[in-house]
């Protein structure tokens, strides 16, 4: 090849480079990546509260008591596992008779976030280790939209909203219908 | 004719006079010596310098210089070589009366495909001839972006993303927290991973010490065994030359602040420093090259931070011009934060409140001894041992710790039977013990015995056929054992245009840390399970190199690779425990082209390089972890004078799937947070001989734009940050 067919060959081809990689930088260099989440995002964070009353006497051998939320109905012991969760409280104390929570407040072990939820608890374990192992734990709570105690209420949390109400009685000595799988 | 006595007498006097005149010079030996430099002026150091028709011969130094001493007065002609360049002849030097000083000009090659690789077959071959796709990394890249950790520079080899520490070729490993590699490196062909996690510590290379990096793609366990399932990343280390070199080399830097104010944690400026001193000289027939490294980062995270030592010490013993011994000694000690990802996205350069103050020490040591044989022109023995020993401490609530000692030790042959035909054979044992509170006390052993033969045609076709058997045991478990064949062509089809395919077949037994861990740390339990398969695969690949002009090179490759038991971190969702199972079907299918172009006698240099992943579980019928769909690199160079200017440009496309298991179990906030990859960095390097100084000065901008994204979930990578470098050879 001649030498200034050459230079136009590489000077034809440099300036095919630069109009096609100048785009590219002007994009790169007008985005940030990833942002932090706005204030209003973190004040407005989706979240439940609400009142759980308990009645009776507390069994002495109780070691945990969490607000458990599950995703999809518990139709069976493997419904019961880490995946299908939504919520889970921190541990709530022993013999009190009256628990009012806030996920504003207790963000729980696993944080809630929007979205839809079958079935809203409060369980008991008698043993020392947390585990999700249905047969570790009884439920002495569940959650009743509008009075209608034959199914476990629903819990709907649309995006950056809190929804209050969200009361769960738990009468030891009459405990609600089991999920499958428990002892 | 007759002499009467008294001429006889004369004659005999004038003899005698002649002979004490002309004897010093008959006896008189010469040099010849110079200095090697490319088209930039820069020296040029471990190039090749033979004197044609004998044996003699010498590399350049650091400085780029040489000498050969000992020469007869004569006509003689040099053969310059080095790989990346172009080799140079100087013919019919006339050495008389005098030494000779040659300043030698060396043409950098463009042409990618005529540079020489070692560690695709264990011989030297050409990279066109090979019948897998290689990448090569040179020295200049350590020296002109002033990457002093191998890591960093990885990110810069086409088809390769690395997810903080953890290397992927072609999307062969997602993230698994430093629990094994699918990945082999080695060190001037010694295996370079962990006897307890089976992972790459990056750190512990000297990259001063560096020659060139090869890196090979696709399953190599035919030659390699375990853990190169998904290739091998071979360190070369430089020769010594005659002549004593000093190199230091010294550099400061800093981050700039975040892009974001309340990501601003630290009102100190965050710095990071390093200084590189090394020596090498030759005493007779040894050869001796020692380093010492200190690097110390302050990090843009809090308990990002690290202070590192590393010790680099190479021996070459030549016993005669056929055998030689090689010893390396190489450590490394360091203190650093931990930092497992975020508190949250507004708090993203900070550790969660739970982690703060976190910190691991550990110290590396690897010895290793490398003999050579040259038994005759078609036989060659290589003999490698090597003890690797890692401990570490960490700092945290579980005060993890572990101590493990690998031994190993492979004997090669080389052997050319007859004509184009090559056999490579080996067989290679490993033996490990760890003592440790996290992967409690475990043993484990392999052994692996492999050959191959490589066959050329008149055609030229060349063929390749391999086959390994391995076995491993960890501790009390049932020893598994595999057979990894492989199988590979390449055709020249003509000067120009070469093809090549490959069918090969990988394997990597489950490491000790996969199968034993057990501890709680950062919210995340995980416990062992010692019932772990191991994982195989097979890979094709068919490419084609093109050598558009002199300097223009074309590479392309499409390549499947089919990965079955694949080993990953699995959350239980019974008990929300993590654990290695054996879980995935896999498919990572894809092809890469990659493009070098040169112009204007060299000094203007361009590289462009696309790679396309579509690496999917076929289980769950989703994306693989940490696979981004398209990556990108370019990168252009340009010298004038003294100067050299430079710019590489990254892209990888948002992965789709990450530890997302982390964020639904509430360990990571905002865990869901990932966008592309787009990052430019900028250089300038000059060169202080015009001032007669041996030195040059590097300045870096990284991350020109302060673009934030992750690699690793929750972990924002490097922000902007800036370095001054400065290296003297002398």
Redesign the interface.
């Known amino acids: ?1 001649e030498l200034p067919v050459y230079i136009f060959c ?1 000077k034809k ?2 300036q095919y ?1 630069i109009i096609l ?1 100048l785009p ?2 002007f ?3 007008c ?7 706005t204030a209003a995002e ?1 004040n407005q964070t989706a979240g439940f509260s609400g009142t759980i009353t308990f009645k009776g006497k507390w069994s002495p051998d109780v070691k945990w008591t969490l607000l458990v939320v599950f995703k999809d109905p518990l139709t069976s012991s493997a419904s ?5 969760v939504g919520y ?1 409280s921190h541990p709530i104390p022993n013999n009190v008779n009256e628990f009012s929570f806030s996920t504003a407040v207790d ?5 809630i976030t929007a979205g839809s939820y079958s079935y809203v608890a409060v369980a008991q374990s008698k043993k020392d280790t947390l ?3 249905r047969a570790d734990w009884n439920v002495v709570g569940v959650y009743y939209a509008n009075d209608d105690t034959t199914q476990p209420g629903k819990l709907t949390i649309p995006a950056n909203s809190f929804v209050t109400g969200i009361n769960i009685t738990c009468d030891f000595n009459k405990l609600p219908v089991q999920p499958p799988g428990g002892n | 004719m007759i002499f009467s006595a008294n001429k006889t007498g004369l004659l005999k006097k004038i003899i005698f006079i002649l002979m004490f005149a002309v004897a010093p010079l008959l006896s008189q030996n010469f040099h010849i010596n110079g200095i090697v430099t490319d088209s930039t002026n820069n020296p040029l150091p471990g190039v090749n310098v033979k004197i044609i028709g004998t044996k003699l011969g010498t590399a350049t130094g650091v400085d780029g210089k040489f000498f050969i001493g000992n020469l007869k007065s004569s006509i003689y002609s040099l053969e310059f070589s080095s790989i990346g360049y172009k080799t140079k002849i100087i013919s019919n030097l006339v050495l008389k009366d005098r030494p000779l000083t040659l300043n030698v000009e060396l043409q950098q090659q463009a042409i990618e495909s005529q540079q020489i690789v070692v560690t695709a077959s264990k011989y030297a071959q050409r990279l066109a001839d090979l019948p897998v796709s290689a990448s090569i990394i040179h020295a200049n890249l350590f020296e002109k972006k002033d990457i002093n950790d191998l890591k960093d520079a990885m990110r810069y080899v086409p088809g390769v993303n690395m997810i903080d520490d953890q290397i992927s070729i072609r999307g062969s490993s997602g993230y698994s927290r430093g629990a094994g590699t699918r990945v082999l490196l080695e060190i001037d062909g010694i295996p370079y991973y962990t006897g307890d996690t089976g992972e790459i510590i990056w750190e512990i290379i000297p990259t001063p010490e560096i020659e060139r990096v090869e890196v090979i793609k696709g399953a190599s366990s035919s030659l390699y065994g375990s853990s190169a399932i998904g290739g091998v990343v071979n360190v070369i280390t430089k020769g010594i030359g005659n002549k004593p070199v000093t190199y230091i080399k010294t550099s400061i830097g800093a981050y700039d602040k975040p ?2 104010s ?2 601003n944690w630290s009102n100190e400026l965050r710095t990071f420093t390093g200084l590189t001193a090394a020596h090498s000289q030759r005493f007779g027939n040894l050869g001796l090259s020692v380093s010492l490294t200190r690097l110390s980062n302050m990090s843009y995270k809090q308990s990002g931070y690290y202070t590192r030592f590393i010790g680099f010490i190479k021996g070459v013993y030549d016993f005669s011009s056929t055998s030689s011994l090689t010893f390396l000694a190489n450590s490394m000690n360091q203190h650093d934060g931990t930092f497992l990802y975020w508190k ?3 708090d ?1 350069l900070i550790p969660p409140a739970a982690d703060e103050g976190e910190s691991v020490t550990s110290g590396r040591y690897m010895f290793g001894a490398i003999y050579k044989y040259v038994l005759s022109n078609n036989f060659f023995l290589n003999i490698r041992g090597s003890y690797y020993r890692n401990d570490w401490a960490d700092q945290t609530s579980a005060q993890n710790k572990s101590l493990s000692n690998l031994y190993r030790l492979e004997v090669q042959t080389n052997a050319n039977l007859f004509n184009n035909f090559i056999l490579v054979s080996g067989i290679e044992a490993t033996a490990d013990n760890v003592t440790s509170n996290i992967f409690s006390n475990q043993t484990a052993k392999g052994f692996g015995i492999y050959s191959q033969a490589d066959y050329k045609f008149q055609f030229p076709l060349s063929t390749t056929f391999g086959i390994r058997y391995d076995y491993s045991k960890l501790s009390n478990q049932i020893g598994v054992s595999a057979l990894s064949p492989k199988t590979g062509l390449n055709y020249r089809l003509t000067n120009r245009l070469s093809l090549r395919s490959s069918l090969g077949t990988g394997f990597r037994a489950p490491t000790l840390s996969e199968a034993y861990t057990s501890t709680s740390t950062s919210g995340i339990t995980i416990r062992p399970n010692p019932n772990l398969k191991p994982e195989s695969n097979w890979t094709f690949e068919v490419g084609a190199n093109y050598q558009l ?1 002199n300097n223009i090179n074309l590479d392309a490759a499409l390549f499947d690779n089919e990965y079955y038991d694949f080993i990953e971190p699995t ?6 425990f993590v654990h290695f199972e054996n879980v995935t079907r896999a498919r990572i299918q894809g092809f890469e082209f990659n493009s070098n ?1 040169s ?2 006698e060299n000094h203007l240099r ?1 590289s462009l390089n696309y790679t396309y992943l579509w690496a999917r579980d076929l289980q769950l019928h989703q994306a693989l972890k940490y696979r981004p769909r398209h990556m990108a690199l ?1 990168s252009v160079d340009y010298s004038i004078g003294n100067f050299d200017f430079g710019a590489d ?1 990254r892209y990888s496309s948002k992965v789709e799937e990450m530890d997302f ?1 982390l964020v ?3 360990v990571v ?2 865990g869901r ?3 592309d990859i ?1 990052v ?1 960095d900028l250089r300038a390097d000059y060169n202080l001989k015009h001032f007669g100084i041996p030195a040059k000065i590097f300045f870096n901008v990284n991350n020109v ?6 690699e690793l979930i929750a972990n ?1 990578a490097p922000i902007r940050n800036y370095s001054l470098s400065m290296e003297f050879v002398f």
Request: charged share 15%; hydrophobic share 45%; no cysteine.
């Open positions: 090849m590489v081809f440099l480079l990689l590219i930088i994009a790169v260099g985005n940030p990546g990833i942002t932090p989440a973190e019961f596992n880490i995946f299908n889970i963000s729980g072990i696993i944080p585990s999700i192992n | 892009s974001y309340i990501w949250d996205s507004r993203a002009t959350v239980d969702p019974t008990d929300g172009y112009f204007f361009l370019a440009f298991e639904t179990l509430g906030k905002d947070k990932r966008v787009q430019l734009f302060n673009y934030n994204y992750v924002i």
